[in-house]
């Protein structure tokens, strides 16, 4: 079972968070709290022992949550949930160590694969928000030294790779040539070291470039 502790403001939204989880086999909510201080976030996370704790965070939110971030603590993994709004505090929680960040409108299915793959070790990023977010990352949760950058537009097609689209696909989907297409699968591969489509989406998800 992977054990999730709710940290949110309103009741409203944690009701409905407790509700998408416990709908899931294999997850369980451990916990489900408001905003506290710091330190006692700290003791609910070391006397509940979650194995992920899913934060959202409010418009201009400074997070009291955020602190209990830091790079020594390997568990939990942290999954946030903020939109635009919240930019700083989106941006804080990457630097401190957070695993996943999600839009608050996230579909369910999304919420509960993104706390399946922030336990499991992998950085998750929302497609829409993907670019942006890429550069706060620490140097050392991004890609490999010596690989470039993925475009906003390569992002889109490695999602769309991930899903299984062939190249007529996902031109139609784009709006876009089947050689332009081609173009950025061969620029996705070399940028990522991949020999194959299916390296490159491998190494997308490992590297938190796309949802799993």
Do not use: W, Y
């Not at 694969?113 to 922030?118: S, T």
């Amino acid at each position: 079972m992977t054990r999730v502790l709710l940290i949110a403001s309103s009741a409203v939204v944690r009701a409905g968070l407790d509700s998408i989880l416990r709908s899931r086999p294999g997850m369980e909510v451990v916990g489900s709290i408001a905003r506290l201080a710091p330190a006692t976030i700290g003791d609910e996370i070391e006397r509940l022992d979650p194995d992920a704790v899913l934060v959202e965070l409010e418009t201009n939110d400074e997070s009291p949550a955020l602190p209990v971030l830091g790079p020594t603590g390997e568990r939990p993994a942290f999954v946030v949930l903020g939109d635009d709004s919240a930019g700083d505090a989106v941006a804080d929680a990457l630097r401190l160590g957070a695993h996943a960040v999600l839009p608050r409108d996230a579909q369910p299915d999304e919420i509960v694969r993104a706390v399946e793959a922030a336990v499991a070790g992998l950085v998750v990023l929302h497609p829409d928000r993907a670019a942006a977010l890429l550069s706060l990352l620490p140097a050392a949760r991004r890609a490999a030294p010596g690989t470039e950058s993925l475009t906003a537009r390569e992002i889109e097609v490695l999602g769309m790779l991930a899903e299984g689209a062939g190249n007529k696909q996902i031109a139609r989907r784009l709006g876009i040539s089947e050689h332009t297409v081609k173009f950025h699968v061969g620029s996705i591969l070399g940028k990522l070291g991949a020999a194959s489509r299916t390296e490159a989406v491998t190494t997308g998800l490992r590297q938190g470039l796309i949802m799993v």
